[in-house]
């Protein structure tokens, strides 16, 4: 009989989503129930949509949902507890009936994925929980904070980083999606952690990609990325107005790709005949096959970018901020590094002439 394990997310795993997040956890249970006999928890905002039908390698599917109100509440009751970030889904009702799923299954350990459910595992232990307790880290929360805007920065960096080194010392192990995160959790947060680095999948049509220069459109750059994240939208309207813009004035040429989902009305506007905004795009292959560079110019966020990940293994150039391409070798691959305007502009003008010969 297989080891009974329970993964606790904050949203919904789907192979085919727009949201990196939601496909690397739905890799996860696919690869543990290959393992395990797998269940899954989930703490849900009202808001998200539940696919009519849906199929999840696991046993069971344990679904609750907390409202606006729900969820301001918790962040304002247990304020003096951990940092904001980490209160979104909090809710003690909840946190009792996992308690009460895990005395009734007595699982071999429950792995909380994401921040916002890094509180149930504190609270479960501090109920003497029997299970073992594993912490999927996908963005260190003490580097997000420092990349944002001063105000945010000033009053939790913190209070975030006390919050954080709280949660994840209270774990059995962590597990993180690249080295540099690994380093970074050991150094910050005591080399007592146990960490375990599992690098994440590409999604799988990105294998099926084929780059022939005689189908690549000169002039053309891919930006790809959930476009409802505010780091892909600030990276997006910087790099248009900054740097692809006058480019374009400069060379007379230049057709960029915005490809993702849920485009804000601010992206929408630059949608003109050198500028498509495509929305959500299932399978994007032929625009990895056909750019002639791609970009990644986020300045904030923190953990490895999946996108990256992908533009590489398509063997599609890169231009990319050292945000975008933290945690991810790059030695020997077609990547420039380039974090102001000038460096980037200069890189994408590289990029677009490069076919002209």
Not at 60 to 66: A, G, K, Q
């Amino acid at each position: 009989m297989r080891k009974r394990i329970l993964i606790v997310a904050p949203f919904f795993p789907d192979s085919n989503s727009a949201q990196a997040g939601h496909r690397l956890l739905y890799e996860l249970i696919a690869d543990m129930s290959k393992i395990f006999e797998v269940s899954l928890f989930l703490i849900l905002s009202s808001k998200e949509e539940l696919p009519a039908r849906y199929q999840i390698p696991c046993k069971n599917v344990y679904i609750y949902t907390l409202g606006y109100a729900s969820r301001l509440f918790s962040m304002l009751t247990n304020f003096l507890t951990f940092s904001p970030r980490f209160n979104t889904r909090f809710s003690k009702t909840i946190a009792r009936k996992l308690l009460q799923l895990e005395e009734n299954e007595n699982f071999y350990y429950i792995r909380f994925e994401f921040s916002q459910t890094f509180p149930y595992a504190f609270y479960a232990k501090s109920q003497n929980l029997s299970s073992k307790i594993i912490m999927g880290v996908h963005d260190l929360q003490i580097q997000l904070i420092l990349r944002k805007g001063f105000l945010e920065s000033f009053l939790f960096s913190k209070f975030t980083f006390d919050s954080e080194k709280k949660l994840l010392n209270s774990a059995d192990s962590v597990s993180v999606l690249c080295r540099k995160d690994a380093n970074l959790v050991i150094a910050l947060y005591g080399s007592c952690i146990k960490v375990n680095v599992e690098t994440p999948k590409v999604s799988p049509w990105v294998k099926n990609i084929v780059r022939d220069k005689s189908r690549v459109l000169k002039h053309t750059i891919l930006f790809i990325g959930a476009m409802n994240r505010v780091e892909n939208e600030d990276g997006i309207l910087w790099f248009i107005n900054e740097i692809f813009m006058p480019v374009r004035r400069k060379l007379g040429v230049g057709l960029l790709y915005v490809v993702g989902a849920k485009p804000s009305k601010r992206v929408l506007r630059y949608q003109c005949s050198f500028i498509e905004v495509t929305g959500y795009v299932e399978d994007p292959s032929s625009y990895f096959e056909s750019a002639s560079c791609a970009v990644v110019p986020l300045r904030s966020g923190a953990g490895i970018k999946i996108k990256t990940l992908e533009m590489i293994e398509a063997g599609i150039p890169v231009i990319t901020t050292d945000i975008g391409a933290e945690g991810i070798d790059i030695s020997g691959k077609d990547v420039a590094i380039a974090n102001s305007i000038d460096a980037f502009t200069k890189e994408l003008e590289t990029k677009l002439t490069a076919l002209e010969n």
